[in-house]
């Protein structure tokens, strides 16, 4: 279902990723582990055609996303890291906006909407506007609204990140099911080595903008002899921290934070 | 078709939602309504040239509209860094449409924008001298806000953030707004101004509310027409290109 070779994405002199093949294949839960600025999200981006690789090929379900943006488009669905709501308008409005962009009939949209808003508890707030949700309830309304459409491929970004213990669950309950009932293939990038063991068939782990390792949970912890995962990527990884640099996007956000936006 | 139409809605709802910032943008149109109106009205007079409340009336309301429209479509920006934008950019419509629902949504934005602050002249007194030629000014109305939005559409989608900012109001956007005869007549101009008045689309927005509102006109209301659309069409083009390359 996706299939990359010899990617490579340059930004100036940083190479972000650099040479990452695999593949996934259809109906597949694969994740990518990996530190903060490893090219984790610069992949995803490049996968669902909102950046164009500096080399290498990419196939999804067999198109090019550079070539056939249109097409590839239709196929999937994506979780983002960062946020991607209009904090301007409604709960509501937001589940709307995204079910016609994403052409689902009006009466499947006005259902789905409901079913997914009562699941992730936000239908006491759907028509709040979502500048006055907590982080916990913004990320939760980017998640349902994710499940709006049902694409081929969903991409999930570390769709955890900041998400209580009971609406994780939920999350990755509700990834398994549409998994099995729809057939839909996941590709997912987190933080939380438990996730991954439990919710990914196979993983890769991703350091420095290159794999690794790729494998299932149990073949990464017998290639390092390791009892956990957790112990395995460390392993793989090493235990020294990343920072990231702020990018303009951030640095506008704090601006506009002042500025009360 | 759906597509254009919720993008043209939510930019329509996020405008009517900010009831502040529609208040504060009546602030500048306002002050110079008021100010150079009634400041330079006596020598305007004097000069033989007639009231300067009529003569500068469709320059404001055609300043306004340039201001709102590019404004909107450089609200582009906010969306880039609140990350709504990569939203619309994945979801599997043609780049195209999202890029004329957006825009649409600027210039309907910045049109009403233009009623309103048409809706303050008419208070402070300025007068339309043949109300049969309001739908020819709303025409022209319209076609300045398309203009403005498709380059504000552009410039927003050429920009990674707000840095540039002054750059677009100082070297762009003041040069168009008083260059364009909105507040002096363009007739008996030193000739390199005449040619560099001639060459800014909103002084054929101007003469054509005036042409429409007070039947004053330098270029005549058909040849505005006419540099108008052309200009409408090219800038959208821009625009349409420039937003089919984001990349995020």
Known sequence: ?261 | MQAIYILWLRELKRYTRSRAQILASLGQPLLYLLVLGFGLGPVFQKAGNGSYLQFMAPGVIGMTVLFSSVFSGIALLWDRQFGFLKETLVAPVPRLQIMIGRTCGAATTAMIQGLLVTVVTLIAGFRPVNLAMVPLALLFLALVAVVFSGLGTAIGSSMKDMQAFPLVMNFLMLPIFFLSGALFPLTNLPKALSIVTSLDPLAYGVDGLRSALIAQSHFGAVLDLAVLGCVAVVLLGLGAWRFSKIEI
């Not at chain 1, 010899?6 to 109906?27: E, I, M, R, Y």
């Not at chain 1, 950046?51 to 990419?58: D, E, K, T, V």
């Not at chain 1, 009932?181 to 080595?193: A, D, P, S």
């Open chain 1, 1 to 261: 279902m996706i299939r990359v070779r010899n990617l490579v994405k340059k930004f100036g002199d940083l190479t972000a990723v650099s040479d990452v093949s695999f593949a996934v294949a259809a109906g597949e839960i694969f994740a990518f582990l990996g530190p903060n600025g490893a090219g984790k999200t610069t992949t995803i981006k490049m996968l669902t055609t909102l950046m164009r690789p500096s080399g290498g090929a990419i196939e999804i379900d067999g198109l090019d996303p550079e070539a056939k943006q249109h097409e590839v488009r239709k196929r999937f669905g994506i979780v983002f890291q960062d946020p991607s709501l209009d904090q301007d308008l409604t709960a509501m409005e937001n589940m709307e906006l995204h079910g016609v962009l994403y052409h689902v009939p009006r009466k499947v949209r006005r259902e789905r909407t409901e079913r997914l808003l009562k699941l992730f508890e936000l239908w006491d707030r759907r028509d709040a506007f979502v500048k006055t949700f907590s982080g916990g309830m913004k990320r939760r309304l980017e998640i349902a609204r994710g499940f709006l459409h049902t694409p081929k491929i969903l991409f999930l970004d570390e769709p955890t990140l900041g998400l209580d213990p009971q609406s994780r669950n939920q999350l990755w309950t509700h990834v398994k099911n549409v998994n099995q009932t729809e057939g839909t293939t996941v590709f997912l990038t987190t933080h939380y080595m438990d996730e991954a063991d439990r919710v990914a068939q196979r993983i890769a782990v991703i350091d420095h903008g290159k794999i690794v390792a790729i494998g299932t949970s149990a073949e990464l912890k017998a290639q390092t002899q390791r009892e956990t995962l957790e112990e395995a990527f460390l392993a793989l990884t090493g235990t020294a921290i990343r920072d990231e640099t702020a990018g303009s996007a951030d640095q506008m956000r704090q601006v506009a934070r002042a500025w009360g936006r």
